[in-house]
């Protein structure tokens, strides 16, 4: 695939349909995140590419922790990672949603992230309890943008805390912005909100192409108050 359509003519039902077919090569990845495109798609199904009417988004360091949340991230119970095994944490959060959701991260979806991430583009936060892996997530970062493509818990919080170290890490690295893509009553509880598809094009066009501040995307992280 060399170009994608204008974002503007995605199908208004389904909402952000916009283009069938193509491949999951890196260059047509970035093209996509660059565009404010993204694939998803069941197995077995063409490959398809959207561009949602509302996307859902926070402003890294200003997430909203609840008490029992911060009580938690106190205690350090759980050991929290960025880029330890992206290929262990795809996987897993592949076969999570297989359990629960059906199978969009599918095997090509697993190769093609991981490529991404050998080119250096796909990161993942890894939350670990005992030595292994209790939550986490994975994405895609541009610039000062993050990609946020999927999410799970073996232990209950554990997706949370995994935002709450990229929130603040992003803060840090001075990012603008973390694209969550749908609406979900769990990001808006944390304080993710929607914006309109302009408007996200606007925030892509001023903050994929500058530079943030980080320096190493393999380190540890852990909770400090204040």
């Known amino acids: 695939m060399t170009g994608f359509p204008c974002v503007s003519s995605a199908l208004k039902d389904p909402d952000g349909l916009l283009a069938v077919g193509g491949n999951l090569n890196v260059d047509t990845l970035l093209l996509a995140y660059r565009g404010g495109i993204f694939p998803w798609f069941n197995d077995g199904d063409p490959l398809l590419w959207w561009s949602p009417s509302q996307r859902m988004v926070f402003?890294?360091?200003?997430?909203?922790?609840?008490?029992?949340?911060?009580?938690?991230?106190r205690k350090n119970r759980y050991q929290v990672t960025f880029d330890h095994d992206f290929a262990a944490l795809i996987r897993t959060c592949a076969g999570r949603y297989q359990d629960n959701q059906g199978t969009w991260i599918t095997a090509d979806m697993i190769a093609a992230y991981t490529a991404l991430h050998q080119a250096g583009y796909a990161h993942c936060v890894e939350v670990w309890r005992d030595g292994k892996l209790a939550g986490g997530l994975y994405g895609v970062a541009l610039g000062q943008v993050f990609f946020a493509e999927s999410m799970f818990s073996k232990e209950s919080n554990t997706s949370k805390i995994a935002l709450a170290a990229l929130s603040e890490q992003l803060a840090h690295w001075q990012f603008q912005l973390v694209d969550c893509q749908n609406y979900s009553t769990h990001l808006e509880s944390l304080g993710?909100?929607?914006?309109?598809?302009?408007?996200?094009?606007k925030c892509l066009s001023m903050y994929c192409s500058r530079a943030s501040?980080?320096?190493n995307w393999q380190l540890g992280w852990q909770w400090h108050d204040g």
């Open 59 to 73: 402003i890294p360091g200003k997430l909203h922790l609840s008490r029992s949340l911060l009580k938690l991230l």
């Open 192 to 201: 993710a909100g929607l914006i309109s598809r302009e408007h996200y094009m």
């Open 213 to 215: 501040a980080c320096a």
